[in-house]
């Protein structure tokens, strides 16, 4: 079945360094979203890629779609206390929108 | 709008019980989805819907039963309760292919078996 894998699992920052994940697929995925997740919370998402080579940003946050649409990043620059949670990736693959499936996350701790 | 509205937040249950667990959305999503989530886990969808009348299995299905008699309701179904089945379980909703809204999440049920 589809998997979507993403490293690191962990991650444990000081406030103002920068932070990436990463998310990896053996097959071609037709679009990649990104949703963060609170300490008990919900999931909330942030941004959906679809094209080849695709970069998106928000504010201290880049999302990068690679060129085989294989894999995706997303960097904060500058992480605040804020930035907090975990850091998902999401897929549905090359079927369409519909069964969206997450990869296993990236739990960021930002200390002051 | 309320988004995603799901009850109970809480439920204990004891082995070999059933319940259902509620999802209501009021965005007119034609998506809707049930993830479970267990301690420091992703997220596995158990089963998703693309329109009223109509649902799939996800990568979890076993032991769960979900209809989508309304595009507003997706009501999901256990069994016969089971430890395993201990997890947070979340309902989700999009509009659907292309709008690249991403799905809004419910708040979650927080169940635990014994």
């Known amino acids: 079945g589809q998997q979507v894998m993403q490293i690191p699992q962990y991650q444990h920052v000081q406030e103002g360094e920068d932070f990436t994940t990463y998310c990896n697929s053996s097959t071609t995925l037709s679009n990649i979203q990104w949703y963060k997740q609170r300490p008990g919370g919900h999931p909330v998402f942030l941004i959906q890629l679809v094209k080849s080579g695709e970069v998106k940003k928000q504010k201290r946050l880049t999302f990068q779609f690679g060129e085989a649409k294989k894999n995706s990043s997303l960097h904060i620059t500058a992480t605040q206390t804020t930035d907090v949670g975990t850091y998902f990736c999401?897929?549905?693959?090359?079927?369409?929108?519909?069964?969206?499936?997450f990869g296993t996350g990236t739990r960021l701790l930002v200390s002051p | 709008n309320a988004g995603v509205t799901q009850t109970p937040k809480f439920q204990v249950l004891k082995t070999g019980q059933s319940m259902t667990l509620q999802c209501a959305q009021d965005m007119n999503h034609e998506y809707m989805s049930w993830y479970r989530q267990d301690p420091g886990m992703g997220l596995r969808l158990i089963h998703y819907?693309?329109?009223?009348?109509?649902?799939d299995q996800g990568e979890v299905p076993n032991g769960y039963n979900v209809s989508r008699s309304t595009t507003e309701d997706f009501p999901l179904r256990l069994l016969s309760a089971a430890p395993s089945q201990t997890s947070v379980y979340f309902c989700a909703s999009s509009y659907g292919q292309g709008a690249g809204y991403g799905y809004t999440f419910g708040s979650g049920t927080r169940l635990t078996v014994v």
């Open positions: 819907s693309v329109g009223a009348g109509i649902t």
């Open positions: 999401a897929s549905s693959g090359n079927t369409g929108f519909q069964k969206l499936v």
